[in-house]
């Protein structure tokens, strides 16, 4: 990782203020994604920065216009002429380790970058509130999935229905950033097993296993 100065430097970041980083729920989630923009506008009032993670194969719906002055958007990876097609590079690796390493709490959809930060043991707030009244239908349906239902049981992550709730959450995980890191911890046995950088190599050991006459 690059150092906490040098990093918001390149990124035009307030040294001064903490780091928030929204992910955004993205468009494929939902008929008509009006969400992200409100989200960015509320977490721009808090003061402090917000970076947008942007996800390289999805489209998001964010405003056209300058964005507010402590809100920076990255655009990650590069996305091709077919339709979800999209390919990370390095570069953009190594942002999101910055990015994680040196935010104060994730804002997120139900993707998975929240056990990105968990591996991190970053605060996490999920958001399911709306700029206007909708049916389930018209929501994030993916909350109700089974897999985010592993992340919203662990305990690691919190679950926002309202602005009121997100802007509490915020302030008591600035003010204790330990808060429900047994949760986070779960999230990492569950989810990733082992973080020992092995995992392609146990991979390929029950490949090989798996084969009768070897590879």
């Not at 990124?11 to 903490?18: I, T, V």
């Not at 655009?75 to 999209?86: I, L, P, Q, T, W």
Request: a negative charge.
């Amino acid at each position: 990782t690059d150092s906490r100065e040098a990093f918001f430097r390149s990124m035009g970041l307030d040294p001064h203020r903490r780091l928030i980083v929204y992910v955004p729920v993205a468009d494929y989630r939902v008929r008509e994604n009006d969400i992200d923009r409100f989200m960015v506008g509320i977490l721009a009032r808090t003061g402090e920065n917000i970076l947008v993670r942007m996800p390289p194969a999805a489209t998001v719906a964010l405003d056209d216009g300058p964005a507010a002055p402590n809100v920076r958007v990255d655009n990650a990876g590069v996305r091709f002429r077919v339709k979800g097609e999209s390919e990370i590079g390095k570069a953009d690796d190594d942002r999101l380790i910055n990015e994680l390493s040196y935010c104060d709490v994730v804002v997120s959809g139900p993707g998975t970058l929240n056990i990105d930060a968990a591996v991190l043991d970053k605060p996490l707030i999920l958001v399911d509130f709306y700029p206007s009244p909708r049916s389930f239908w018209e929501g994030i349906k993916e909350y109700r999935f089974v897999h985010i239902g592993y992340i919203l049981r662990s305990g690691g992550a919190r679950l926002v229905r309202s602005e009121a709730e997100l802007f509490d959450e915020i302030a008591r995980y600035l003010a204790d950033p330990s808060r429900d890191a047994h949760g986070r911890a779960r999230i990492r046995e569950e989810q990733c097993y082992r973080l020992d950088g092995r995992s392609t190599e146990r991979a390929l050991t029950f490949i090989r296993e798996s084969m009768p006459h070897g590879i």
